[in-house]
């Protein structure tokens, strides 16, 4: 059965470094986001991409934010200067199209930042 | 605004009992529903879910009901078994894709 794979599984970095969250969503898939999950929390949106753009945001996804599909098959999560607030599991999330609203979540990303 | 919520914050079951999950949502827009299930250190993995102009739906062992009137959303498990101890999620759906989740209710299944 396909499904959404992330890499890695776990990321340190220290404050202030940027990040690169990676994730190769279900092919065929047409819509794209990004989710994140602090600790003891709800999931909470950040980001939906279809057609190589930005669908839809949250007001987390701030200037720090980017969201990338460098090729067919990757989609990228981008924080260029890590708060220790960032810390939380970022997930990455597809679906199919036009019609289909059933998200596909990938295992997760945990990022700790000290 | 739009804000999901849930009644429990955990729920013990014997095995072999039924269980329900039950959630709350504010946003009369809502036209999807979406229960997952998420155990620790994994993604949140599909249940089931249900479009707005249902208000019944069933999978293997599991059911959904939605109620419009009073923006109320439970899941029904079947027959609890162990391996589904888990964090249960429900999600709508509004205007645009993303999905708003609920803060989750961990299910406890006792032997």
């Known amino acids: 059965e396909p499904e959404v794979t992330q890499t890695p599984s776990h990321q340190v970095t220290q404050m202030g470094q940027e990040v690169i969250l990676r994730c190769v969503p279900i092919?065929?898939?047409?819509?794209f986001y990004w989710y994140r999950q602090i600790l003891g929390q709800k999931v909470e949106f950040l980001v939906s991409?279809?057609?190589?753009?930005?669908?839809?945001k949250s007001e987390i996804f701030d200037d720090q934010f980017s969201v990338e599909r460098p090729d067919g098959s990757n989609f990228t999560l981008k924080i260029r200067s890590t708060k220790l607030e960032d810390s939380a599991m970022y997930f990455c999330?597809?679906?199919?199209?036009?019609?289909?609203?059933?998200?596909?979540f990938g295992p997760g990303t945990r990022l700790t930042v000290t | 605004g739009e804000s999901v919520g849930l009644h429990l914050p955990t729920l013990s079951v014997q095995e072999g009992d039924n269980s329900i999950i039950n959630c709350a949502y504010s946003?009369?827009?809502?036209?999807?529903f979406i229960w997952y299930k998420q155990e620790s250190g994994k993604g949140p993995q599909f249940i089931i879910d249900?479009?707005?102009?249902?208000d019944k739906r069933q999978g293997q062992r599991v059911t959904v009901l939605l109620n419009k009137t009073v923006k109320h959303l439970s899941l029904q498990i079947a027959a609890t078994q162990p391996g589904d101890s888990a964090v249960y999620f429900c999600?709508?759906?509004?205007?645009?894709?993303?999905?708003?989740f609920g803060g989750g209710t961990r299910v406890l299944v006792k032997p």
């Open positions: 991409f279809y057609n190589n753009e930005i669908s839809e």
């Open positions: 999330a597809s679906r199919p199209g036009q019609g289909i609203y059933e998200q596909y």
């Open positions: 946003n009369s827009a809502s036209d999807y």
């Open positions: 249900i479009r707005s102009n249902m």
């Open positions: 999600a709508l759906k509004a205007a645009g894709n993303k999905l708003t």
């Open positions: 092919s065929n898939h047409l819509y």
